[in-house]
């Protein structure tokens, strides 16, 4: 039936559905960046506002969507596990007090922030199947990656003009925090912003040259902002990022690859970038105690993996971590730990909330999307935000990225990207045997 359905869309039925939705990429990214800067959508009033647009334009999007569009069945896998993961996390602020006793569900020591945090994670989940049904029904991450690599020029202009204020009152040594107010969280939104516009410099499609020199420009100034963040996490994130994006541009060139002087020099010429920006910011400065460093956020991690292992099964709530952690204080980890209000580690710190039946349900609705993705045939447009993608989960390991909300909202809106555009493959990529030969792209 869903076959058929599909088949009953004609060409004239999907333009016009695609002119009924063209508002939708721009609108996407518009309300990200208007996230980044409202201080990343972090404060309590700025978050309830960014969760509510977040909806808003969700329910547009689904209410002006075909009903016909088989994307819902290709994707109800991953639904269904994101769906459990939300029930799972909301039934303890949910349930009667007298059943959540019965079920040996603890009391949420932060209740008056349970609403907001469920309305941040159901956000969250909107955008990841916003994004995804854009995609889908582009056939293509294309569009929406373009126009958020667009929006994100615009917003690097803004960032670096400001940059440049922030320089004339810091020393040497200060951390720019850019829009977002934290430094680290900073410096990965311009990794990701980065890796994005370097992908949109590298496309084989045909594209103006000077965009194609404004989006190389405003990867540079991306690189230069994170390393004034002092991150060197999102440094180095996207220092592979953009390797593994080179690489795989350099292998899928078809006009001939350039003389490789010309590629000796550029990467002379990068090499002398990065060591100048090192030296003349703040990363510089901290990668001396890196080791040290090291150590002690492993300890950091350790010690919250503890915490949620006191409430295995159902967590502490969701929005509790803050108080959770004032509330395990002792006299012998106070010093580090009384002004922490993250885990540093988003897995852990969705144990300590959710349980660790919350994250395992997570898991596998986000491995359930990385399958569909790993089985499907991907183009070019998908290269950068999985590497994008790789250096913002890379920073949520062991920082607080996706713990706020900014950053969450374009790290679902990447993924939602590339996950649409390979249910639109509509046939997993095959192997001949002794060749690596892609199975054929079908009609989605």
């Not at 004034?228 to 440094?235: E, P, W």
């Amino acid at each position: 039936m869903a076959d058929h359905a599909a088949a009953l869309e004609t060409p004239a039925s999907g333009r016009a559905s695609r002119q009924r939705l063209g508002w939708a990429a721009p609108a996407l990214a518009v309300l990200l960046v208007a996230q980044w800067l409202a201080g990343g959508a972090n404060q309590g009033v700025s978050s309830a506002l960014a969760a509510c647009a977040d909806a808003a334009l969700a329910i547009a999007v689904f209410a002006l969507a075909p009903a016909q569009s088989r994307f819902w069945a290709r994707a109800r896998g991953p639904f269904v596990l994101l769906a459990a993961a939300l029930l799972w996390a909301a039934l303890p602020g949910l349930l009667p007090a007298g059943l959540a006793r019965a079920l040996a569900m603890p009391v949420n020591p932060a209740a008056d922030r349970f609403a907001l945090a469920l309305a941040k994670a159901l956000a969250t989940t909107l955008l990841l199947i916003v994004a995804g049904l854009l995609a889908y029904r582009d056939g293509s991450a294309r569009g929406l990656v373009r126009v958020l690599t667009l929006a994100g020029l615009v917003y690097l202009l803004w960032a670096a003009a400001d940059a440049l204020d922030w320089l004339y009152d810091s020393a040497r040594a200060a951390r720019y925090s850019g829009t977002i107010g934290n430094p680290n969280a900073a410096g990965i939104v311009f990794a990701a912003l980065a890796l994005l516009a370097g992908g949109l410099a590298l496309a084989p499609e045909a594209e103006p040259p000077a965009l194609r020199g404004a989006a190389l420009a405003g990867s540079a100034v991306a690189l230069v902002l994170c390393a004034l963040t002092g991150s060197r996490s999102a440094v180095l994130l996207a220092l592979v990022g953009g390797a593994l994006l080179l690489v795989r541009r350099w292998r899928r060139w078809q006009d001939g690859r350039p003389p490789l002087r010309l590629v000796a020099a550029a990467g002379l010429a990068l090499v002398v970038l990065l060591g100048v920006v090192a030296w003349a910011t703040p990363v510089g400065d901290r990668s001396a105690y890196l080791p040290e460093d090291a150590g002690s956020r492993w300890a950091v991690i350790d010690h919250y993996a503890g915490i949620a292992q006191a409430q295995p099964v159902w967590g502490h709530g969701l929005g509790s971590f803050y108080d959770v952690n004032q509330q395990t204080l002792t006299p012998e980890v106070a010093p580090l730990y009384w002004n922490f209000g993250a885990a540093h580690n988003a897995a852990v710190q969705q144990a300590i909330e959710t349980g660790w039946p919350g994250l395992a349900l997570l898991l596998l609705a986000l491995a359930a999307i990385g399958w569909q993705v790993a089985r499907a045939r991907r183009d070019w447009w998908t290269v950068a935000p999985l590497c994008a993608l790789f250096a913002i989960t890379g920073s949520a390991m062991v920082d607080i990225a996706l713990n706020v909300p900014a950053v969450a909202a374009l790290f679902a809106v990447l993924l939602g990207a590339i996950w649409g555009a390979a249910l639109a493959s509509g046939t997993p990529r095959v192997r001949r045997r002794g060749k690596g030969v892609r199975g054929a792209r079908a009609v989605a």
